[in-house]
């Protein structure tokens, strides 16, 4: 019998996507990078941060800027809010430290207990921030997951708190102080649960009866979406989407192009990005994407994307794509919203550069770029507006 605190790899992909920036650089740190048609890479503006043309728009270039340049082996952000930096550090355990972007006054110093590391993301608004910690080798598997009081450094270990469910996989998601995550009830049921970080007031979105789960959520402005998991050990093994509206009402399923092969993906305003990959996919690192404007509108072919990098942020679905052009690898972040004709490119790396998954803080989206080619090999943290 399993714990219920136990964590589980939610599916075929196990442990093999969560590539870390550098490999053996930049351990503790989760992230991973993108595929479709290559184009140039992105420019320069006079600041040095990229921006590139938006294809089939009249939007002005994407300009990004810059929020903190490192060594490859130095401190790696993991997001930024309007009053916090949060970074961790490239240690095995992966030290988190949460500053005051006025001053840089430390508030948060959070070194994972032994046998445990750091898993992404960090939840934060003006007061609080979501520090979560995973022990996955070994008899005796864990998460533990602690909220910091900002204005005091103080820490309260989540699994206390009166009325708010267990976590009982890592996979937690994000937006604007507002987390997604898996628990487990009375009935041994998976249920995706969603929660306030400053109230911790918490409900219940949907549940799979044991031996399935639910895994993977990802939260936009209006939405949660999430894979279910059925019949995990055996040759019936399914896994499907689903998304919930954030003011309520029952899960509805996102019809697939191959039945059971979704991945994951996100919803906004009626709108989902979504991929698929099967165990028997030659490279498992990418999938196939699509998009639907609507619950009854048909699916789209998006192409090839990095798997697990599409999430929402501001009024944009984004995704990491993987181009190869005369052998040469580079990575570039796409974007769509509903209405748009098509998708545009507002980050494309030149060769030698990967970039982490995206992530979404106040409307930003935030990735990071690990320049790796001949000089001086160094990152940056890249920060653009998605509204």
């Not at 939610?10 to 996507?17: D, V």
């Not at 598997?141 to 909220?147: D, G, K, L, S, V």
């Amino acid at each position: 019998m399993r714990p219920t605190t136990a964590p589980r790899t939610s599916g075929l992909l196990a442990g093999a996507l969560t590539v870390t920036l550098l490999a053996t650089a930049c351990s503790g740190s989760d992230s991973r990078s993108p595929s479709t048609s290559p184009t140039s890479p992105a420019s320069p503006t006079s600041s040095g941060t990229p921006t590139t043309p938006s294809p089939g728009s009249s939007a002005k270039p994407a300009t990004w800027s810059r929020i903190l340049r490192q060594p490859v082996d130095g401190q790696h952000v993991v997001t930024q809010q309007r009053k916090y930096l949060v970074t961790r550090a490239s240690d095995e355990a992966g030290t988190t430290t949460i500053t005051e972007r006025a001053g840089g006054r430390t508030v948060v110093r959070h070194l994972p207990p032994a046998g445990f590391v750091a898993q992404s993301p960090v939840v934060i608004d003006d007061r609080w921030a979501l520090v979560e910690d995973i022990r996955s080798d070994g008899p005796n598997p864990e998460i533990r997951a602690y909220r910091y009081d900002l204005g005091t450094g103080r820490r309260t270990d989540l699994a206390s708190q009166q009325g708010l469910p267990r976590i009982s996989e890592p996979e937690i998601g994000a937006y604007n102080g507002l987390f997604a995550y898996s628990s487990t009830d009375s009935r041994r049921r998976s249920c995706l649960v969603v929660a306030a970080l400053d109230t911790l007031k918490a409900s219940t979105v949907s549940c799979v009866a044991d031996p399935g789960y639910v895994a993977d959520p990802v939260v936009s402005a209006d939405s949660v979406t999430f894979s279910e998991i059925t019949a995990p050990q055996t040759a019936q093994r399914c896994k499907r989407l689903l998304t919930a509206s954030l003011s309520g009402g029952p899960a509805r399923e996102i019809p697939a192009s191959r039945k059971c092969l979704q991945w994951s993906g996100a919803s906004l305003r009626g709108a989902t990005v979504w991929s698929e990959v099967g165990a028997a996919d030659p490279d498992q690192y990418q999938s196939s994407a699509y998009l639907r404007e609507s619950p009854d509108a048909a699916a789209r072919s998006l192409g090839r994307v990095v798997t697990d990098t599409i999430i929402a942020c501001g009024n944009w679905i984004h995704w990491e794509v993987r181009a190869v052009k005369n052998g040469a690898e580079t990575y570039q972040l796409h974007r769509w919203q509903p209405g748009q004709p098509r998708p545009q490119i507002v980050y494309a790396g030149p060769p030698d550069t990967a970039i982490t998954a995206p992530a979404c803080q106040d409307d930003q989206v935030i990735i990071e770029a690990a320049h790796l080619g001949a000089g001086t090999k160094y990152t940056e943290a890249l920060a653009l507006p998605a509204t």
